[in-house]
């Protein structure tokens, strides 16, 4: 069974730095890339980028370029999102998801979400 | 935002049937597949529909997916109170570099 297993609730300052896990199992986690989805309070989803955690190619949304830093483990089958300084801003569900086929927005198994609050 | 989402909310009732549309352009829809995904509150998004027309095992015939020019529906047919959700559409955008989401429909079941 395919599942994707993301670390726990976060709260953080300001300035902070971060990183959180996605941990895969029941399926070869090299040979599939991994996604990561934004979701801010109430809004809708955006595509932050993706991994491909056989050769560590990524390719990041133009929103998150700079802010954020994508990276596997294929040892322990657990990709990585970091960010070095936090925002308020970047308050937030973040869900990682496995690409499916060729379409780079078709995720077919999902993380069930890590939840990030960034307040002073 | 480059892909759009329309109607931003829609009711039916239980059996009916409801149309949403996700509208972009060349360098997204027109040139690239499109996702769509089913999101209830307080639960992580589950694909639908992927390459335009596609259902992942386990998503029942009543959603279907089409695409024509820089456009695409989800239509879901026999609507049902477990239907009840927001509906995102999704695809890559070449000019962006970037994969883009609709804003997302809300829909209700009467």
Redesign the interface.
Known sequence: EVQLVQSKTEVKKPGESLTISCQASGYTFSNYWI?W?RQMPGQ????M??IYPGDSDT????PFRGRVSFSADRSTRTAYLHWSSLKASDTAIY?C?RR?????????F????TVLTVSS | QSVSTRPPSVSAAPGQKVTISCSGSSSNIGN????W?Q?VPGT????LI??NNKR?SGIPDRFSGSKSGTSATLDITGLQTGDEA?Y?C???DNS?????????TKLTVL
């Open positions: 996604g989805v809708g989803l955006e595509w980028g993706i390719r990041y949304g133009p869900y998801a499916l086929g060729l379409d780079y927005l078709a995720f077919d999902w993380g069930q979400g | 690239n597949y499109v996702s995904y999101q992580a998004p589950k694909l992927y390459d992942p927001y995102f999704g695809a890559w962006l570099g970037a994969g883009v989401f609709g804003g997302g």
